[in-house]
């Protein structure tokens, strides 16, 4: 069956990166984009980019070109979320989430709790 | 680009039906079919419920059902029960790969 499953919650202080990973099982990891999306504390979700685990090709929401980077690393299924310059806004629940296209996601990942705190 | 438009909350009683609205513009919900609902627990993962405005995820109920007019599309719920208490957030295509989700509506069932 088909599962995402996350790294654990990380607490970082302002300024540092986090970086999550989102390994695929059940399915091949290269025929199907994923998605980022995060959700702030009492927020709604809200889309921070995609990559095609096929060839690596990035699109990122604008709100966060320059301090956001999605990789993967195919010979492991796992699909990576880098952010940087945190600040305390960025306390999330981190999730991936895979789409077979159209716009929508069948599969999410469990989650990731970021925090940034001094 | 602001989140699309949804009630904050809505509620009904065991076996009613509620519907869940999510507004958005031209260059978003109006522009195509491609919407989707999903309901979300606290502390779990989203489940998708709607895709492509109306179509139903196999194993998700027939009380679940989704429709779109013109900027706004729809959730609707029929026959409340306890475990459809959650939140429910849409989401729309955007454009250029992008896409954007409503601020997401807290269904209580009294």
């Known amino acids: 069956q088909v599962q995402l499953v996350q790294s654990g919650a990380e607490v970082k202080k302002p300024g540092a990166s986090v970086r999550v990973s989102c390994k695929a099982s059940?399915?091949?990891?290269?025929?199907?984009?994923m998605y980022w999306v995060r959700q702030a504390p009492g927020q709604g979700l809200e889309w921070m980019g995609w990559i095609n685990p096929n060839n690596g090709v990035t699109n990122y929401a604008q709100k966060f070109q320059g301090w956001v980077t999605m990789t993967r690393d195919t010979s492991i299924n796992t699909a990576y979320m880098e952010l940087s310059r945190l600040r305390s806004n960025d306390t999330a629940v981190y999730y991936c989430a895979r789409t077979p296209g159209r716009y929508y996601f069948d599969y999410w990942g469990q989650g990731t709790l970021v925090t940034v705190s001094s | 680009q602001s989140a699309l438009t949804q009630p904050a909350s809505v509620s009904g009683s065991p076996g009613q039906s509620i519907t869940i609205s999510c507004t958005g513009t031209?260059?978003?919900?109006?522009?195509?079919?491609?919407v989707s609902w999903y309901q979300h627990h606290p502390g779990k993962a989203p489940k998708l419920m709607i895709y492509?405005?109306?179509k139903r995820p196999s194993g998700v109920s027939n009380r679940f059902s989704g429709s779109k007019s013109g900027n706004t599309a729809s959730l609707t719920i029929s026959g409340l029960q306890a475990e459809d208490e959650a939140d429910y957030y849409c989401c729309s295509y955007a454009g250029l790969t992008n896409v954007i989700f409503g601020g997401g509506t807290k269904l209580t069932v009294l």
């Open positions: 031209d260059n978003d919900v109006g522009r195509s079919n491609f």
């Open positions: 492509e405005g109306a």
């Open positions: 059940g399915y091949t990891f290269t025929a199907y984009y």
